[in-house]
C-alpha cells in the first residue's frame, strides 16, 4: 500500500510529463541490501541544489537503498537522481561513494580514505553536485551549490579543467538528473549556457593570444637607488621578434587599467596606449614615477 501511494504522488507531482516518463527507456536492477532507510524528497535528503524555490522541482523521487533502481537513458546512460547520489555520500547507506560536478557523476570511492570518505579533506563534494565550491572555496551552507550563476569565464574554465582531471582520474558513472540534464538524460538550457560562455572564454582567450603578440609584456628592474624602470627588448614578454618597441600603458578595449607593453612603431597612434609620464616617446625604457602614476590611475578611473 506505501508503494501504490508512492507511485501515485510522483505520478501527480509530474503529470505534465507523464507522456515523456511513459516512453522513456529505463531498465531496473534489484540489489537486496541490508535494511536501510529510503531516503525521501524531504530535508533529510538534499534538494535540487541551487535551484530557487519557485522553479519546477527537477525529477527526484523518493529512493530505497534496499532496492535501489538504476536508470537509464535511451542510450544506455545511466541516469542518477539526487536522492541516489545523496546514498552515495561519505557516510550513506551506499558505497561507492559518488560526487557529481556540472551534473557528471564519478566514482570516487579510491580517493575515500584521503579525500573523499568521512575523514577526507573534500567529503563535503561527496554524495552531491557542489560545483560552485570546488572554484569558490566556499564549503558551506549555499556555496556547496550546482549553481554557477555570478562565476566569471576565468571560473567556469577552471571548472571545465576539474571535469576533465575526473574523467582522467576517477571512474565515470553517468549523468545527475537536475540542473544539467533532464530525466531522459539529454542536456538542459543550463547547460548549453555552460557551454556558450565557456566557447566566449576561448574566443576570449584566443584574442587576447593575438594581442600579446602583437603588444608583448615589457621588461623591467628595480633598485633602491634608481627605483623602477621598464623596459623593451626583442624578447620582451617572453615573445621572440625582430623589433624591441617603446614602453607604453596600455588599455585593453573596455578595460579600466593598464599594464605595460612594448608597441611596435607602427602601432604608436593606437588609441588604447598612453604614454608613461617624465618619458621620451621614442625611448626603450621609461623610469617609474610611481606618485604621478598613482594619480594618473585615479584620474583615468573618474574618465
Known sequence: MGVFLV????????????????????ATVSKPQPDKRVIQDSSE???????????????????????PEERYSKTGTRLVTINE?????????L?????????????????????????????????????????????????????????NPLQLEELDGWVKFYDKDYTYVGKLIGRYYNKDGSPTKEWYKF??????????????????AKYPLCSSHYTEKNGGTVYCTDKSGGVSRDWAGYPRRYFS????????????????????????PDCDPLSSSCKVNKEKLDQLRKEETLQ
Open 7 to 26: 507511485l501515485v504522488a510522483a505520478l501527480y507531482q509530474y503529470k505534465e510529463d507523464l507522456s515523456e516518463l511513459v516512453n522513456q527507456s529505463t
Open 45 to 67: 535528503a538534499p534538494r535540487p541544489t541551487g535551484s530557487p524555490s519557485e522553479e519546477k522541482p527537477y525529477f527526484n523521487p523518493p529512493f530505497d537503498p534496499n532496492h
Open 85 to 93: 547520489l545523496s546514498a552515495h555520500g561519505p557516510e550513506g547507506p
Open 95 to 151: 558505497q561507492p561513494i559518488w560526487l557529481a560536478i556540472l551534473g557528471r557523476v564519478y566514482d570516487v570511492n579510491r580517493g575515500a580514505d584521503s579525500y573523499y570518505g568521512p575523514n577526507g579533506g573534500y567529503k563535503v563534494f561527496s554524495g552531491r553536485d557542489a560545483t560552485r565550491a570546488f572554484v569558490t572555496g566556499e564549503f558551506q551552507g549555499e556555496g556547496l551549490t550546482d549553481d554557477v550563476t555570478g562565476l
Open 195 to 212: 557551454k556558450r560562455t565557456l566557447a566566449d572564454k576561448v574566443k576570449l582567450l584566443e584574442e587576447r593570444v593575438r594581442e600579446d
Open 253 to 276: 578595449p573596455g578595460a579600466t587599467t593598464w599594464r605595460c607593453v612594448c608597441v611596435h612603431p607602427d602601432n604608436l597612434s593606437s588609441p588604447h596606449i598612453r604614454l608613461y
